[in-house]
């Protein structure tokens, strides 16, 4: 499968006469930073933390939100694209 850049291979076994459905998740590899600093949520039925910023390496799937938050502002999102690399969060 292809989106944009990106690609993944799964194995589908299908048998005669049948119809599958895919569920094909695209991931990218992130370096995340926020100024001042942020802890960071993948968020979702089930927030998972992904850590303070910064953070570099961090694999998640392309359209999640990750939320930024700094008790001294007001809590920020981010909605990931198959482009991204690099985010950026300035709460100033």
């Known amino acids: 499968y292809r989106r944009g850049n990106l690609r993944t291979v799964m194995t ?5 006469n049948e119809t ?3 569920y094909v998740t695209f991931q990218v590899s992130l370096q995340i930073n926020a100024k001042p600093w942020a802890q960071v949520f ?3 039925t089930t ?4 850590g303070q910023t910064p953070l570099s390496g961090v694999i998640v799937p392309v359209g999640s939100v990750l939320v930024f938050e700094n008790p001294n502002f007001a809590a920020k ?5 198959e482009k ?5 969060v300035d709460f100033q």
Do not use: C, E, F, M
């Open 12 to 16: 589908h076994n299908i048998k005669p």
């Open 47 to 50: 927030r998972k933390p992904l």
């Open 77 to 81: 999102s981010y909605q990931v694209t």
């Open 20 to 22: 599958t459905t895919a």
């Open 42 to 44: 993948l968020d979702g």
């Open 84 to 88: 991204d690399t690099a985010i950026q």
